[in-house]
Protein backbone atom coordinates (compact mmCIF):
# COMPACT_ATOMS: atom_id res chain seq x y z
CA UNK A 1 0.00 0.00 0.00
CA UNK A 2 1.46 3.13 -1.14
CA UNK A 3 1.12 5.39 2.10
CA UNK A 4 2.78 8.45 0.86
CA UNK A 5 -0.15 8.72 -1.74
CA UNK A 6 -2.78 7.63 1.13
CA UNK A 7 -1.84 10.80 3.22
CA UNK A 8 -2.10 13.15 0.48
CA UNK A 9 -5.30 12.01 0.03
CA UNK A 10 -6.59 12.18 3.65
CA UNK A 11 -5.14 15.64 3.04
CA UNK A 12 -7.13 16.42 0.14
CA UNK A 13 -10.31 15.24 1.95
CA UNK A 14 -9.31 17.39 5.17
CA UNK A 15 -9.67 14.44 6.68
CA UNK A 16 -8.40 14.13 10.69
CA UNK A 17 -5.12 12.68 11.58
CA UNK A 18 -5.91 9.60 13.29
CA UNK A 19 -7.12 8.29 10.05
CA UNK A 20 -4.32 7.31 8.52
CA UNK A 21 -3.90 5.22 11.79
CA UNK A 22 -7.21 3.66 11.68
CA UNK A 23 -6.78 2.89 7.73
CA UNK A 24 -3.15 1.09 8.21
CA UNK A 25 -4.28 -0.98 11.18
CA UNK A 26 -7.40 -1.97 9.31
CA UNK A 27 -4.93 -3.02 6.41
CA UNK A 28 -1.62 -4.15 7.96
CA UNK A 29 -2.86 -6.02 10.70
CA UNK A 30 -6.97 -6.56 10.16
CA UNK A 31 -6.12 -7.74 6.70
CA UNK A 32 -9.16 -6.23 4.69
CA UNK A 33 -9.53 -7.00 1.28
CA UNK A 34 -10.83 -4.08 0.28
CA UNK A 35 -11.09 0.06 1.83
CA UNK A 36 -14.94 -0.53 1.80
CA UNK A 37 -14.59 -3.11 4.44
CA UNK A 38 -13.32 -0.44 7.40
CA UNK A 39 -16.33 -0.04 8.98
CA UNK A 40 -14.63 2.44 11.54
CA UNK A 41 -14.76 5.12 8.53
CA UNK A 42 -16.81 6.99 6.90
CA UNK A 43 -19.56 5.66 4.10
CA UNK A 44 -17.91 8.57 1.66
CA UNK A 45 -14.22 8.38 2.40
CA UNK A 46 -14.18 4.73 1.91
CA UNK A 47 -15.65 5.28 -1.35
CA UNK A 48 -12.80 8.30 -2.55
CA UNK A 49 -9.92 5.37 -1.11
CA UNK A 50 -11.69 2.81 -3.29
CA UNK A 51 -11.69 4.66 -6.41
CA UNK A 52 -7.99 6.56 -5.95
CA UNK A 53 -6.20 4.57 -4.21
CA UNK A 54 -5.58 0.41 -4.57
CA UNK A 55 -4.10 -1.38 -1.65
CA UNK A 56 -1.89 -3.64 -3.28
CA UNK A 57 0.65 -2.80 -5.80
CA UNK A 58 0.12 -5.70 -8.76
CA UNK A 59 -2.80 -7.72 -9.86
CA UNK A 60 -2.67 -11.86 -9.37
CA UNK A 61 -2.69 -13.25 -12.66
CA UNK A 62 -2.99 -16.75 -11.75
CA UNK A 63 -3.54 -18.67 -8.61
CA UNK A 64 -2.48 -22.13 -8.33
CA UNK A 65 -2.99 -24.51 -5.61
CA UNK A 66 -0.98 -27.37 -4.91
CA UNK A 67 -2.43 -31.15 -5.03
CA UNK A 68 -2.16 -31.70 -1.15
CA UNK A 69 -3.33 -28.29 -0.44
CA UNK A 70 -0.26 -27.28 1.29
CA UNK A 71 1.02 -24.39 -0.93
CA UNK A 72 -0.61 -21.69 -3.22
CA UNK A 73 1.54 -20.09 -5.65
CA UNK A 74 0.26 -16.63 -7.25
CA UNK A 75 1.44 -14.99 -10.42
CA UNK A 76 2.08 -11.03 -9.94
CA UNK A 77 1.35 -8.63 -12.48
CA UNK A 78 3.18 -5.23 -11.19
CA UNK A 79 2.04 -1.85 -12.66
CA UNK A 80 4.77 -1.76 -15.54
CA UNK A 81 3.95 -5.14 -16.73
CA UNK A 82 6.65 -7.31 -15.08
CA UNK A 83 5.73 -10.82 -13.31
CA UNK A 84 7.25 -11.84 -10.42
CA UNK A 85 5.82 -15.05 -8.21
CA UNK A 86 4.75 -15.52 -4.39
CA UNK A 87 4.00 -18.40 -2.62
CA UNK A 88 2.31 -19.28 0.59
CA UNK A 89 3.46 -22.72 2.24
CA UNK A 90 2.02 -24.62 4.98
CA UNK A 91 5.00 -26.95 6.75
CA UNK A 92 2.43 -27.99 8.88
CA UNK A 93 -1.19 -27.74 9.98
CA UNK A 94 -2.29 -23.86 11.00
CA UNK A 95 1.30 -22.16 10.42
CA UNK A 96 1.73 -20.39 7.13
CA UNK A 97 4.87 -18.87 5.69
CA UNK A 98 5.33 -16.73 3.37
CA UNK A 99 7.68 -17.01 0.63
CA UNK A 100 8.44 -13.50 -1.21
CA UNK A 101 10.35 -12.08 -4.06
CA UNK A 102 12.45 -8.92 -4.01
CA UNK A 103 13.53 -8.39 -7.52
CA UNK A 104 12.05 -9.21 -11.13
CA UNK A 105 14.33 -12.05 -12.00
CA UNK A 106 17.79 -12.70 -10.56
CA UNK A 107 21.29 -11.46 -11.83
CA UNK A 108 22.79 -14.32 -9.72
CA UNK A 109 22.98 -17.00 -12.74
CA UNK A 110 23.06 -20.26 -10.11
CA UNK A 111 22.76 -22.48 -12.71
CA UNK A 112 20.66 -24.89 -11.05
CA UNK A 113 17.89 -22.22 -10.36
CA UNK A 114 14.88 -21.00 -12.65
CA UNK A 115 14.45 -17.63 -11.67
CA UNK A 116 18.08 -16.92 -13.17
CA UNK A 117 17.21 -18.24 -16.70
CA UNK A 118 14.60 -15.51 -17.30
CA UNK A 119 17.32 -12.93 -16.77
CA UNK A 120 17.34 -9.80 -14.42
CA UNK A 121 15.06 -6.97 -15.00
CA UNK A 122 15.12 -4.60 -11.99
CA UNK A 123 14.65 -4.54 -8.39
CA UNK A 124 11.29 -4.13 -6.41
CA UNK A 125 10.48 -1.51 -4.57
CA UNK A 126 9.82 -1.92 -0.59
CA UNK A 127 5.62 -1.72 -1.22
CA UNK A 128 6.11 -4.23 -4.11
CA UNK A 129 7.93 -6.23 -1.41
CA UNK A 130 5.75 -5.91 1.57
CA UNK A 131 2.49 -6.03 -0.40
CA UNK A 132 3.24 -9.52 -1.45
CA UNK A 133 2.62 -9.79 2.68
CA UNK A 134 -0.46 -7.81 2.10
CA UNK A 135 -1.73 -10.06 -0.53
CA UNK A 136 -1.27 -13.13 0.94
CA UNK A 137 -3.09 -11.72 4.43
CA UNK A 138 -6.11 -10.11 2.63
CA UNK A 139 -6.67 -11.97 -0.59
CA UNK A 140 -6.60 -15.47 0.18
CA UNK A 141 -9.69 -15.93 1.41
CA UNK A 142 -11.41 -14.35 -2.10
CA UNK A 143 -8.71 -15.75 -4.47
CA UNK A 144 -9.96 -19.47 -3.03
CA UNK A 145 -13.85 -18.31 -2.67
CA UNK A 146 -13.05 -18.27 -6.30
CA UNK A 147 -10.56 -21.18 -7.32
CA UNK A 148 -11.90 -24.26 -8.48
CA UNK A 149 -11.40 -26.33 -5.09
CA UNK A 150 -13.06 -27.85 -2.37
CA UNK A 151 -9.60 -27.15 -0.30
CA UNK A 152 -10.10 -27.03 3.38
CA UNK A 153 -8.22 -24.03 3.24
CA UNK A 154 -10.83 -22.34 2.34
CA UNK A 155 -12.42 -22.79 5.74
CA UNK A 156 -8.77 -21.79 7.65
CA UNK A 157 -8.17 -18.94 5.61
CA UNK A 158 -10.68 -16.37 7.21
CA UNK A 159 -9.77 -13.05 6.48
CA UNK A 160 -7.01 -11.57 7.95
CA UNK A 161 -5.03 -15.00 7.52
CA UNK A 162 -2.55 -16.02 10.41
CA UNK A 163 1.03 -15.96 8.75
CA UNK A 164 3.30 -17.44 11.02
CA UNK A 165 6.94 -16.54 8.96
CA UNK A 166 8.39 -14.80 6.14
CA UNK A 167 11.33 -16.38 4.32
CA UNK A 168 13.00 -13.71 1.55
CA UNK A 169 13.47 -16.93 -0.61
CA UNK A 170 11.85 -16.11 -4.01
CA UNK A 171 13.06 -14.63 -6.59
CA UNK A 172 15.96 -12.13 -6.54
CA UNK A 173 18.83 -11.49 -4.32
CA UNK A 174 17.91 -9.69 -1.43
CA UNK A 175 21.34 -7.70 -0.53
CA UNK A 176 22.06 -6.85 -4.64
CA UNK A 177 17.99 -4.19 -3.09
CA UNK A 178 19.25 -3.88 0.13
CA UNK A 179 17.32 -0.09 0.59
CA UNK A 180 14.15 -1.49 -0.62
CA UNK A 181 14.66 -4.75 1.20
CA UNK A 182 15.03 -2.81 4.11
CA UNK A 183 12.92 -1.02 3.95
CA UNK A 184 9.77 -3.91 3.38
CA UNK A 185 11.44 -5.25 6.47
CA UNK A 186 10.63 -1.71 8.56
CA UNK A 187 7.17 -2.26 7.32
CA UNK A 188 6.95 -5.93 7.89
CA UNK A 189 8.22 -4.83 11.40
CA UNK A 190 6.81 -2.25 12.80
CA UNK A 191 4.27 -2.58 15.46
CA UNK A 192 1.61 -0.35 13.73
CA UNK A 193 2.42 -1.98 10.42
CA UNK A 194 2.48 -5.77 9.86
CA UNK A 195 3.88 -6.06 13.33
CA UNK A 196 5.57 -9.55 12.66
CA UNK A 197 8.68 -10.61 15.12
CA UNK A 198 12.18 -10.26 13.77
CA UNK A 199 13.25 -13.84 14.83
CA UNK A 200 10.05 -14.78 12.65
CA UNK A 201 11.44 -13.29 9.34
CA UNK A 202 14.71 -14.94 7.57
CA UNK A 203 16.32 -13.76 4.45
CA UNK A 204 18.29 -15.91 2.19
CA UNK A 205 21.48 -15.03 0.54
CA UNK A 206 24.29 -16.48 -2.01
CA UNK A 207 26.66 -14.24 -0.34
CA UNK A 208 27.52 -10.73 -1.18
CA UNK A 209 30.07 -8.75 -0.14
CA UNK A 210 29.31 -6.55 2.78
CA UNK A 211 25.76 -7.87 3.12
CA UNK A 212 25.18 -9.83 5.90
CA UNK A 213 26.93 -6.85 8.02
CA UNK A 214 24.28 -4.60 6.88
CA UNK A 215 21.76 -7.13 8.17
CA UNK A 216 23.57 -7.14 11.74
CA UNK A 217 23.51 -3.32 11.42
CA UNK A 218 19.89 -2.93 10.63
CA UNK A 219 18.07 -6.53 11.79
CA UNK A 220 20.44 -8.09 14.35
CA UNK A 221 17.16 -10.38 15.16
CA UNK A 222 16.16 -11.58 11.33
CA UNK A 223 17.33 -14.97 10.64
CA UNK A 224 19.86 -15.49 8.07
CA UNK A 225 20.15 -18.37 5.63
CA UNK A 226 23.07 -18.90 3.38
CA UNK A 227 22.80 -20.86 0.02
CA UNK A 228 25.74 -22.89 0.39
CA UNK A 229 25.14 -26.19 -1.75
CA UNK A 230 29.02 -26.67 -2.68
CA UNK A 231 31.98 -27.05 0.20
CA UNK A 232 34.44 -26.98 -2.45
CA UNK A 233 35.59 -23.66 -4.60
CA UNK A 234 36.08 -24.91 -7.70
CA UNK A 235 32.48 -26.72 -7.66
CA UNK A 236 31.08 -23.68 -6.60
CA UNK A 237 32.14 -21.35 -8.45
CA UNK A 238 31.15 -23.15 -11.72
CA UNK A 239 27.42 -23.64 -10.71
CA UNK A 240 26.83 -20.58 -8.57
CA UNK A 241 29.07 -17.65 -10.46
CA UNK A 242 28.48 -15.32 -7.19
CA UNK A 243 31.18 -17.29 -5.85
CA UNK A 244 33.96 -15.36 -7.33
CA UNK A 245 33.08 -12.20 -5.17
CA UNK A 246 33.27 -14.14 -2.23
CA UNK A 247 34.84 -17.57 -2.46
CA UNK A 248 34.09 -19.60 0.59
CA UNK A 249 37.28 -18.60 2.82
CA UNK A 250 35.47 -14.89 2.24
CA UNK A 251 32.18 -16.40 3.22
CA UNK A 252 32.92 -17.45 6.47
CA UNK A 253 34.74 -14.54 7.26
CA UNK A 254 31.80 -12.39 6.82
CA UNK A 255 30.10 -15.26 8.76
CA UNK A 256 32.27 -14.81 11.67
CA UNK A 257 31.99 -11.21 11.71
CA UNK A 258 28.49 -11.87 11.41
CA UNK A 259 28.79 -14.26 14.85
CA UNK A 260 30.52 -11.69 16.67
CA UNK A 261 27.76 -9.19 16.29
CA UNK A 262 24.31 -11.33 16.82
CA UNK A 263 25.76 -14.70 17.82
CA UNK A 264 22.75 -16.24 16.43
CA UNK A 265 22.01 -19.65 14.55
CA UNK A 266 22.35 -19.71 10.61
CA UNK A 267 21.38 -21.80 8.38
CA UNK A 268 23.09 -23.18 5.69
CA UNK A 269 21.25 -24.10 2.73
CA UNK A 270 22.19 -27.12 0.62
CA UNK A 271 20.69 -28.84 -2.19
CA UNK A 272 21.49 -32.38 -2.96
CA UNK A 273 22.48 -32.94 -6.43
CA UNK A 274 23.18 -36.71 -7.37
CA UNK A 275 26.65 -37.78 -8.28
CA UNK A 276 27.13 -33.74 -8.48
CA UNK A 277 28.08 -32.97 -4.49
CA UNK A 278 26.51 -35.88 -2.58
CA UNK A 279 29.38 -38.06 -2.27
CA UNK A 280 31.49 -39.01 0.87
CA UNK A 281 33.82 -36.53 -0.38
CA UNK A 282 31.69 -33.85 -0.84
CA UNK A 283 30.62 -35.14 2.93
CA UNK A 284 34.08 -34.27 4.77
CA UNK A 285 34.62 -31.29 2.24
CA UNK A 286 31.49 -29.81 4.23
CA UNK A 287 32.45 -31.07 7.79
CA UNK A 288 36.32 -29.37 7.27
CA UNK A 289 34.02 -26.05 5.92
CA UNK A 290 31.76 -26.21 9.34
CA UNK A 291 34.49 -27.15 11.56
CA UNK A 292 36.58 -24.16 10.60
CA UNK A 293 34.31 -21.53 11.66
CA UNK A 294 35.37 -20.52 15.27
CA UNK A 295 31.14 -20.63 16.21
CA UNK A 296 30.75 -23.98 14.32
CA UNK A 297 27.46 -24.46 16.99
CA UNK A 298 25.90 -21.78 15.30
CA UNK A 299 26.13 -23.41 11.66
CA UNK A 300 22.64 -25.32 11.40
CA UNK A 301 22.73 -27.64 7.66
CA UNK A 302 19.17 -27.67 5.88
CA UNK A 303 19.62 -30.55 3.52
CA UNK A 304 16.93 -29.81 0.05
CA UNK A 305 16.04 -31.96 -2.41
CA UNK A 306 16.26 -30.58 -6.01
CA UNK A 307 13.50 -29.43 -7.37
CA UNK A 308 14.06 -29.96 -11.39
CA UNK A 309 13.50 -26.93 -13.41
CA UNK A 310 14.23 -25.55 -16.81
CA UNK A 311 14.80 -28.07 -19.60
CA UNK A 312 14.58 -30.77 -16.64
CA UNK A 313 11.29 -31.37 -16.42
CA UNK A 314 9.18 -33.22 -18.38
CA UNK A 315 8.25 -31.69 -21.48
CA UNK A 316 5.41 -32.95 -24.21
CA UNK A 317 5.15 -32.45 -27.79
CA UNK A 318 3.17 -34.57 -30.45
CA UNK A 319 1.86 -36.27 -27.65
CA UNK A 320 4.85 -38.34 -27.06
CA UNK A 321 6.29 -37.61 -23.77
CA UNK A 322 10.01 -36.19 -23.71
CA UNK A 323 12.11 -35.92 -20.46
CA UNK A 324 15.13 -34.33 -21.73
CA UNK A 325 18.18 -35.73 -19.36
CA UNK A 326 20.08 -32.54 -17.92
CA UNK A 327 22.69 -32.38 -15.54
CA UNK A 328 21.06 -31.95 -12.61
CA UNK A 329 19.27 -35.05 -10.48
CA UNK A 330 17.81 -34.93 -7.01
CA UNK A 331 20.15 -37.45 -4.79
CA UNK A 332 17.87 -40.24 -3.18
CA UNK A 333 16.34 -40.02 -0.29
CA UNK A 334 18.73 -43.16 1.19
CA UNK A 335 21.85 -40.80 -0.28
CA UNK A 336 19.87 -37.82 1.65
CA UNK A 337 19.43 -39.64 4.95
CA UNK A 338 23.54 -41.11 4.78
CA UNK A 339 24.86 -37.15 4.35
CA UNK A 340 22.73 -36.38 7.23
CA UNK A 341 23.80 -38.89 9.41
CA UNK A 342 27.28 -38.40 8.44
CA UNK A 343 26.96 -34.73 9.76
CA UNK A 344 25.09 -35.73 12.60
CA UNK A 345 28.07 -38.29 13.66
CA UNK A 346 30.41 -35.72 13.36
CA UNK A 347 28.13 -33.29 15.84
CA UNK A 348 26.95 -30.80 13.33
CA UNK A 349 23.37 -29.80 13.19
CA UNK A 350 21.48 -30.90 10.28
CA UNK A 351 17.91 -31.65 8.97
CA UNK A 352 16.49 -32.22 5.82
CA UNK A 353 14.18 -30.19 4.86
CA UNK A 354 10.51 -30.96 3.33
CA UNK A 355 10.16 -29.83 -0.15
CA UNK A 356 7.01 -28.15 -0.61
CA UNK A 357 4.84 -26.82 -3.62
CA UNK A 358 6.52 -28.80 -6.18
CA UNK A 359 3.89 -29.90 -8.29
CA UNK A 360 2.76 -26.12 -9.20
CA UNK A 361 6.39 -25.41 -9.70
CA UNK A 362 6.38 -23.32 -6.45
CA UNK A 363 8.93 -24.99 -4.78
CA UNK A 364 12.65 -23.50 -3.68
CA UNK A 365 14.38 -22.65 -7.03
CA UNK A 366 11.28 -23.26 -9.03
CA UNK A 367 9.72 -19.37 -9.52
CA UNK A 368 10.11 -17.60 -12.44
CA UNK A 369 8.79 -15.01 -14.61
CA UNK A 370 5.70 -16.62 -16.61
N1 LIG B 1 19.15 -15.28 -3.96
C1 LIG B 1 18.87 -15.73 -2.63
C2 LIG B 1 17.38 -15.83 -2.35
C3 LIG B 1 16.67 -16.92 -3.12
S1 LIG B 1 16.32 -18.21 -2.05
C4 LIG B 1 19.57 -17.05 -2.38
O1 LIG B 1 19.98 -17.69 -3.34
O2 LIG B 1 19.72 -17.45 -1.24
C5 LIG B 1 15.98 -19.52 -3.10
C6 LIG B 1 16.63 -20.78 -2.57
O3 LIG B 1 16.26 -21.88 -3.43
C7 LIG B 1 18.13 -20.70 -2.58
O4 LIG B 1 18.65 -21.39 -1.48
C8 LIG B 1 18.45 -21.44 -3.86
O5 LIG B 1 19.77 -21.88 -3.92
C9 LIG B 1 17.44 -22.55 -3.83
N2 LIG B 1 17.22 -23.18 -5.13
C10 LIG B 1 17.45 -22.67 -6.34
N3 LIG B 1 17.14 -23.54 -7.31
C11 LIG B 1 16.70 -24.66 -6.68
C12 LIG B 1 16.21 -25.90 -7.12
N4 LIG B 1 16.11 -26.16 -8.42
N5 LIG B 1 15.84 -26.82 -6.20
C13 LIG B 1 15.92 -26.54 -4.88
N6 LIG B 1 16.35 -25.36 -4.39
C14 LIG B 1 16.74 -24.43 -5.27
Redesign the pocket.
Known amino acids: MNIELLEQILKENNQPKFRLGQIIKAVYQDGVSSFLEISNLPKDLREILNKEIKILSFEAEKVLVSENKDSIKALLKLEDGNKIETVLISPKPGVWSACISCQVG ?1 P ?1 N ?1 E ?4 GSGGFKRNLTAEEISDQVLFWKTQTPPVLANAKTTSPLKGEVGRGLKISNIV ?7 FLNWEEVRESLKILTDPKGMNFGSRSISV ?3 GIPGGMEKLTRDFPQINL ?3 L ?1 FADDKKREKFMPANKNLNLEKLKNELEKYFEKSNRKVFL ?1 Y ?1 LFSKINDSEKDMRDLIKYIKSFRKQHLLHVNL ?6 GNNQETRSNNQKITKTNK ?1 ISSSSEQAIKFRNYLLQNKINCTIRKSLGTDIQG ?4 LAQH
Open positions: CMCFCATYMGMGEPSTVAISHEIIKYNPVFACGQ
